[in-house]
């Protein structure tokens, strides 16, 4: 079975099922010329294939902020999303937030976006029917930041001579409803389960324990100076036979910073040594399994 993994940083990611069916989670591209690594797609301009389904695990400007151009550009393709995205998409494609963001969706783009729930999910499959993706929304929280990661935004004097901008950074983009997703990919009578997080728990791994044993764990390492106590749980619990690391890198300075995974790389490799740990490189896609 293939399955290709293209990250675009923080959570940005694009699975691909035998070339024939697609999905992409937390769509942010635009980011600024000073986060690392530089990304060079563009969501009003790039032509994804395959994309069928674009998951979002929450609300935050970080996850959504280029959902409106990539389902305008994809015309085929549908968004699943927590109910409270709809309305900041609105907001946003009508440039009250942010002018440079406002996008013409037709009526029509906004009935190919979904809300769903904690147990609702959705179903693609190839015109063959021989290739499947199931995808399964559950209810999951947001990681609580640590105070470190707090004070160092605050204070920063750069973050105070646009608290203006910022503060539409933080509270314009509500994150209600989170959502963890499992997808079932199924080809040639072969079955993986991937699971993705687009942020750490707060409430540690409640309700993930039913993907224990995955074969693949997309696994945000961010909003904390050590994450590893969370990380750490969420992966006790599922036991993936991959860990992919994601959201660790510096996507918006000054409010972002690089995040050292190597204390989690480390009890990884200690814990659980059969479980593979494979980095990203942004934009080069790579085979998961095979």
């Known amino acids: ?19 024939a069916l697609g999905v992409f989670f937390d769509p942010y591209l635009d980011r600024p010329p000073e986060a690392r690594p530089r990304i060079s ?42 109910a409270p995205v709809v309305q900041t998409c609105r907001r946003l494609c009508q440039g009250e937030i ?13 009935s190919r976006m979904h809300t769903l729930g904690g147990g609702d999910g959705c179903e693609l499959s190839a015109a063959d029917g021989r290739v499947r993706i199931r995808a399964e929304a559950t209810r999951s929280s947001h ?30 983009f509500p994150h209600r409803g989170v959502l963890a997703w499992a997808l079932q990919m199924e080809a040639g009578g072969q079955s993986r389960q991937v699971v993705f997080l687009g942020t750490l728990p707060r409430e540690g791994p409640q309700g993930l324990s039913r993907y224990r044993g ?15 106590p969370l990380a750490s749980a969420v992966t006790s619990a599922l036991q993936p036979g991959m860990v992919v690391p994601i959201h660790h890198d510096n996507f918006m300075p000054p409010i ?16 659980f040594p059969k479980t593979r740990f494979l980095e990203l490189t942004p934009e080069e896609p790579v085979a998961l399994f095979g």
């Open 41 to 82: 797609a563009d969501a009003r301009t790039m032509d994804m294939h395959p994309l069928n389904a674009i998951l979002v695990s929450h609300g935050h400007y970080d996850h959504i902020l280029n959902l409106p151009h990539l389902l305008k550009r994809h015309p085929s393709a549908h968004a699943y999303v927590p």
């Open 98 to 110: 942010f002018r440079a963001y406002s996008c013409a969706l037709s009526e029509g783009d906004w």
């Open 256 to 271: 972002s910073y690089t995040v050292d995974i190597r204390s989690y790389r480390e009890w990884l490799a200690a814990e």
């Open 143 to 172: 990681v609580k930041y640590d105070a470190w990661s707090v004070l160092r935004v605050l204070l920063n004097p750069r973050v105070i001579r646009r608290i203006g901008y910022y503060a539409k950074v933080q509270f314009a």
């Open 1 to 19: 079975m293939n399955i290709t993994a293209t990250c675009y940083g923080t959570a940005a990611l694009h699975l691909a099922l035998e070339g």
């Open 214 to 228: 995955c074969d693949c764990l997309f696994l945000p390492l961010a909003g904390r100076r050590d994450v590893l």
